[in-house]
């Protein structure tokens, strides 16, 4: 396998296409490829780790490459953030997986026009039901939208179309003045995958930050509906980043590379005015990301060990609303806004140990 050094002294492989044996830090690996069998044992990257985490291994089974059966799901919407994320690490990535669309709209032939008036070319909305793109040709100034989209597709490129750009760059002017990237944090190695494995499992492990960093930093780009302090920090444990930002060190670590001090996550508004807000996350954070990374690492290696593939494992919970719901409702019932009917109230006198007892007192739970 070919490799090439850096100045830094950072060694990458130019992967081959075949199972990878050797831990390390590899150029030239897609997407499908990445999340695919990529090693030749048993692998799984952040996503698949925060998946057994916050749901189960029954969860991560069914989306990953293990189920034989697996239905990759079709992308319902244009991903602003993503466009925008792709364009902050590397503006000729834009060019090549996007392909910029030359009509305003799908419903309408469209007509193009030269400066005196004259029509040119026009774009119509439906192409010929006999007409054959492999065996036919398109009539001179003649342009068929389906055709353009399905060529598109085929060459694995996301449609975008006039306005979607405009919103494309208005997002990018405003992130590229954020102290962060003006620092550099985008300028380095992008879509380079480390790749090791795990001692305490065995596990093959994969990890593809924005950039490889460089310097003491990682940052990581998150576009977000709301960037507001409680939404944002929420996000943060909800989607578990702190655990991809640890998953990033731990490869560094295992490949033979220092680890970043500075953890840092750059938010986005996908909506107007696109503020930016840049988190740097404790070490502490760090550390219990990493502490959730080997839980599932376990989980996993103990599924793939027995062959059980196990859901959540607790069929049955005990709900107490959250704190500020009781105290919403307390406060309505001391001011007497509301009022629990008798039959409630006769029922909690009769059994009084039982309503006052904390759910878990109540004994195994039994239908039947």
């Known amino acids: 396998m070919k490799t090439k050094t850096y100045d830094t002294g950072l060694t990458v492989f130019e992967w081959d296409g075949k199972p990878i044996t050797e831990p390390g830090i590899y150029s030239g690996i897609s997407m499908d490829d990445y999340h695919g069998q990529l090693t030749d044992g048993p692998s799984a990257s952040s996503s698949g780790l925060r998946c057994i985490n916050t749901k189960s291994v029954l969860h991560f089974w069914h989306e990953s490459y293990f189920n034989p059966n697996r239905i990759q799901p079709e992308k319902k919407h244009f991903d602003f953030g993503k466009a925008v994320h792709d364009g902050l690490m590397d503006p000729e990535r834009l060019e090549q997986d996007y392909a910029f669309c030359p009509f305003t709209n799908w419903n309408t032939n469209e007509k193009i026009k030269d ?47 006039p306005d979607q750009m405009e919103h494309i760059k208005a997002m990018r002017a405003v992130a590229e003045k954020e102290p962060v990237v003006m620092a550099g944090a985008f300028q380095g190695l992008v879509e380079h995958s480390i790749v090791w494995k795990c001692q305490e499992t065995g596990l093959w492990l994969k990890a593809r930050p924005d950039v490889l960093p460089h310097d003491d930093w990682i940052v990581d780009y998150k576009s977000t509906a709301e960037i507001f302090p409680f939404k944002r920090h929420r996000s943060i444990i909800d989607y578990g980043y702190h655990q991809q930002l640890a998953l990033v060190a731990e490869g560094l670590a295992a490949v033979g590379r220092p680890i970043p001090t500075n953890f840092v996550l750059l938010f986005q508004e996908k909506e107007a005015p696109f503020c930016c807000v840049s988190e740097r996350l404790s070490w502490e954070t760090i550390r219990q990301g990493a502490m959730l990374n080997l839980e599932a690492k376990q989980k996993l290696a103990k599924a793939i060990e027995t062959g059980e593939w196990e859901g959540p494992e607790q069929p049955v919970s005990d709900f107490y609303a959250p704190e500020w719901y009781q105290k919403q409702m307390q406060g309505r019932e001391d001011r007497g806004e509301i009022r629990a009917p008798d039959w409630v109230e006769e029922m909690a006198k009769e059994n009084k140990a039982f309503f006052q007892a904390p759910a878990t007192d109540h004994g195994e739970f039994n239908i039947g």
């Not at 007409?131 to 100034?141: A, L, Q, S, V």
Request: without cysteine; negative net charge.
């Open 115 to 161: 400066d005196d008036g004259q029509v040119i070319f026009e774009w119509k909305t439906k192409t010929p039901k006999d007409f054959d793109p492999d065996k036919d040709e398109i009539p001179e100034g003649i342009g068929y939208k389906p055709l353009w989209k399905d060529e598109q597709r085929k060459a694995g490129r996301t449609v975008v179309m």
